[in-house]
């Protein structure tokens, strides 16, 4: 079983929808949760990072986490077609450690105007 | 605030050479990550450095190697370079603490083993 499981997509969306990523994580201690979003050919930019369970909002994006369910979510409200591009879901076994990040391998998203 | 910088961006080497790659973190923070980027593989963590010690290391061999220094500076190298080893590489920086473990990277270094 992979440590983290994403859906590699493309997730087609249209402009304005709202876009639902998914993930799954099989190490229920960890304690830290994030999402990165890569464009093509660049380095993975941080967008939010999730410690508690619950949903926890920034702009149009909100990450939502289940620790039960070892499930973590980000939702991207008003879709623009500047938010095509894939999205990593990590996480860190440790609050205060940031010995180790382990990263899913991605979902691409596709916002089509 | 000056980002997470790596350099060189690009490089080009032959089977069996050596290689060495710089990162400069964050100013303030202390912890330097590496990780290697394929298509095929994704994000692979590679090690981790905190005040100048090795805190924990990923699964590949031993030509690939790390170090930081006092100014939390760091440098990856690998060894007896092979094709496989054509990756992005990537450096990531954290700040310990009360911020958690949220991790910044720089742009990379691009190498290409021919």
């Known amino acids: 079983q992979k440590e983290v499981e994403q859906n590699s997509g493309p997730l087609s969306v249209p402009e304005g929808a709202i876009a639902s990523l998914n993930c799954t994580y099989s190490?229920?201690?960890?304690?830290?949760f994030f999402w990165y979003r890569q464009y093509s050919g660049k380095s993975p930019e941080l967008i939010m990072s999730?410690?508690?369970?619950g949903d926890k909002e920034d702009g149009r994006f909100t990450a939502q986490l289940n620790k039960a369910s070892q499930y973590v979510s980000l939702l991207i409200r008003d879709s623009q077609p500047s938010d095509s591009a894939t999205y990593l879901c990590?996480?860190?076994?440790?609050?205060?450690?940031?010995?180790?990040?382990?990263f899913g391998s991605g979902t691409r998203l596709s916002i089509r105007p | 605030k000056a980002g997470v910088t790596q350099t060189p961006r690009y490089l080009i080497k032959t089977r069996g050479q050596q290689v060495t790659l710089s990162c400069s973190p964050i100013?303030?923070?202390?912890?330097v990550s590496w990780y290697q980027q394929t298509p095929g593989q994704g994000l692979q963590f590679l090690f981790e450095?905190?005040?100048?010690?090795?805190?924990n290391k990923g699964n590949f061999p031993g030509r690939f190697s790390g170090r930081q220094f006092s100014n939390s500076r760091s440098e990856m190298n690998v060894s007896t370079l092979e094709l496989g080893d054509s990756a992005l590489y990537l450096c990531?920086?954290?700040?310990?603490?009360?911020?958690?473990?949220?991790?910044?990277f720089g742009q990379g270094t691009r190498l290409t083993v021919v």
């Open positions: 990531a920086s954290s700040l310990e603490g009360v911020s958690g473990t949220e991790a910044f």
């Open positions: 190490d229920r201690g960890s304690q830290s």
């Open positions: 999730i410690y508690s369970n």
């Open positions: 990590a996480f860190s076994p440790g609050r205060s450690s940031a010995s180790k990040i382990i």
């Open positions: 100013s303030g923070h202390r912890s």
């Open positions: 450095y905190f005040s100048e010690t090795q805190r």
